[in-house]
């Protein structure tokens, strides 16, 4: 579905707007998660948009799921900041992360209207926990290098550079970004969070700028990939000539597509600590809407949180 072709809804019904939605394994998810959870006849409907889409295809999407009675919310991947800067006056209601960080990753409604939430600093949080050993940052010293500078990238760093992790945060962070606009986002919202913790922002139109980064990363550092490349587009923002640092932790935000930074990352994996891709992520991303669309609580962990984790890798 586009924006052009937009329906009312026949069910309550849950839009995905990303990029290439038809291909993500939510699409199977999805229903085993609605039996599991009692979302009886609750629909998944993919609405796709191509990257930094013109604003009135956005705000079409908005105006559309706010005026359709069965359209009860959307997740919103590749587009937050985009949608957000496209829409922010057609939402009746906007949460604190949000308006933090500029972005929206959720719409549901409420009595009080349309709300925009932005989700990533949860479950972006939930998953590094998954894998960043505990005291991590403290014992190491070591760095952060987020390659991408949308909003998954803001949430990233709001979450590891928190005041009130005292010593266990990164020693600084780099985030390098093909072109400047999002470089300037993120200096505007991360000036804001009140951290003292320093960052780099850096110009890399070309994948041999993030090899030299790369380069001169402390032992230990976490690399993420959250260019989209891979998923939404081929590639790596990385040449197959990178050089990981020792003991570091490798993060691919994707889980699906061609995944060459996870390919690039275990061609070094004598190299590093740990290497994890986007499925974690995914799982606490989509859980998280859906349990703020739907008003339902779901855990993030436990027996019934291992429940859904069973149904979806049953799919992968």
Known sequence: MTPTTLRPAEAPTLYFIGVTTGKSSIQTVFPAWADELGLNGARLQGIDLP????????????EFIAADELSLGALVTTHKIDLYRAAADLFDVTDRFAL????????????AGLTCH???????GLALDAFVPEGHWASTGAQVLSMGAGGSTVAISWYLTQPVLGANRPSSMVVSNRS????????????????????????????????RI???????SLMVNATGLGKDAPGSPLTNASV???????????????????????????TLQHIE???IYFLHGWTQVIGEVFHIDIPTSGPAFDRLSDLARGTR
């Open 277 to 279: 891709d986007g499925w």
């Open 244 to 270: 990981f640092p020792q003991d570091g932790l490798a993060w691919d935000l994707n889980y699906r597509g061609d995944l060459v930074f996870l390919d690039q990352s275990r061609s070094q994996a004598s």
């Open 180 to 211: 400047q606009p999002r470089l300037d986002h993120l200096r505007n919202v991360y000036d804001a969070f009140g951290t003292d913790t320093p960052i780099e922002y850096v110009l890399a139109p070309a994948p041999e700028d993030n090899d």
């Open 51 to 62: 990257l930094h889409a013109p604003a009135e295809d956005y705000r079409r999407v908005v």
């Open 118 to 124: 932005a989700k990533d600093p949860i479950s972006g």
């Open 214 to 220: 790369l380069r001169r990363l402390a032992p230990g």
């Open 100 to 111: 933090m960080m500029g972005e929206t990753s959720c719409l549901s409604k409420t009595p």
